[in-house]
């Protein structure tokens, strides 16, 4: 019978198999469980077996239960990976560590509001729209290493790097690749790209942080 602990086991190893086999830099990989409708009694199983890094789509609903599972794992580090309202910034800044959707200008000023406010400077990533699709958030690749730079030198955000979400119904690797090299064009050490689906294929392109849901907690109803 599958456990959390099994569950995760499984899905480290095909990193660590997938990091050894692609001989990928960087020097690791960042497993983002990604927890979003998952309620606390689904997600403390996987705190137990270790894990500690997790992503959580809206404000409100980690709201709801990441402060009562800080109380007994206190070394949680919380990744909001949805979009970001310019309205849920203060509350963002005051319970994730680390942002990875910056992805206009106006959210950018608001962060550095906000971050300045509560003395906390999260580590943020620019949200690529990798495929130029126009349901999806994200700032257009031609213009992502301009973006960060302004969020960097005007905005005074530590900005890490790039995120992507790929297209569904395309092969992810050109994808990643492209967000590969925007990263490099700007020389940031950061790429979080890769899903349940295409996470080890994001790894061979030089991912460092992978988001993995359903692979984890199953398919959410």
């Known amino acids: 019978m599958e456990t959390a602990e099994t569950r995760l086991a499984e899905i480290e190893g095909r990193i660590a198999r997938a990091h050894k086999r692609f001989g990928a830099l960087p020097e690791a990989v960042t497993l983002v469980a990604v927890s979003k409708t998952f309620g606390a009694e689904e997600i403390e199983p996987f705190l137990a077996a270790g ?3 997790f992503g959580e789509n809206r404000v409100q609903e980690a709201q709801g239960k990441w402060p009562a599972l800080r109380e007994t794992y206190s070394d949680i580090q919380l990744h909001l ?3 970001l309202q310019t309205n849920k910034a203060r509350d963002a800044v005051a319970l994730f560590d680390v942002i990875e ?4 200008e106006k959210l950018a000023a608001v962060l550095r509001e906000e971050m300045t406010r509560a ?3 999260l580590p943020c990533l620019v949200q690529v729209n990798i495929g130029g699709e126009p349901q999806k958030a994200g700032i257009p690749p031609d213009e992502a290493v301009a973006f960060a730079r302004r969020c960097i030198d005007v905005h005074q955000l530590d ?5 992507c979400i790929p297209p569904a119904d395309e092969p992810p690797g050109p994808f990643f690749a492209h ?7 700007v020389g940031l050490p950061w790429l979080s790209m890769g899903m349940s689906a295409d996470f080890e294929t994001a790894i061979a392109m030089g991912a460092t942080h992978v988001r993995v849901g359903s692979a984890l907690f199953g398919h959410r109803g």
């Not at 959707?101 to 206009?104: A, L, P, Q, S």
């Open 51 to 53: 894990q500690r890094v």
């Open 81 to 83: 990976i949805g979009p």
């Open 101 to 104: 959707t910056v992805d206009r």
């Open 119 to 121: 003395g906390r400077d």
């Open 159 to 163: 900005i890490r790097g790039f995120m």
């Open 179 to 185: 967000l590969g090299t925007l990263g490099r064009e």
